[in-house]
Nanobody, 127 residues
């Protein structure tokens, strides 16, 4: 059973930066592609970014392209989300997730395809 723990959220002004971390334990990190999702109050959970098992492939939701960077460190069993040029509309609870399915859009894009989830970390961007 894989456990995921997010950290790094907080309050930041618009234009600022945060780096989220997702520490994995209880499994073989390289067996799982990983993703970040977010959920704002009253809204559905939405895809933010994903990274393949090897780390060689990454994908982003259009609204974060060029501002967010997803990465993973196999030695530390940790995934990251570097968030720059933050906007008030980025305010949400951010969740990391993992799955062992093959790397293609129908798997990495949909939250229902992920088997393991963290507890979430709050990101608040003030205007």
């Amino acid at each position: 059973q894989v456990q995921l723990v997010e950290s790094g959220g907080g309050l930041v002004q618009a234009g600022g930066s945060l780096r989220l971390s997702c520490a994995a334990s209880g499994g073989t990190f390289s067996d799982y592609s990983m993703g970040w999702f977010r959920q704002a109050p009253g809204k559905e959970r939405e895809f933010v970014a994903a990274i393949s098992k090897s780390g060689r492939s990454t994908v982003y939701e259009d609204s974060v392209k060029g501002r967010f960077t997803i990465s993973r460190d196999a030695a530390k069993n940790t995934m990251y989300l570097q968030m720059n040029s933050l906007k008030p509309e980025d305010t949400a609870t951010y969740y990391c997730a993992g799955q062992g399915r093959p790397w293609y859009r129908d798997n990495y894009y949909y939250a229902t395809k992920y088997d393991y989830w963290g507890q979430g970390t709050q990101v608040t961007v003030s205007s």
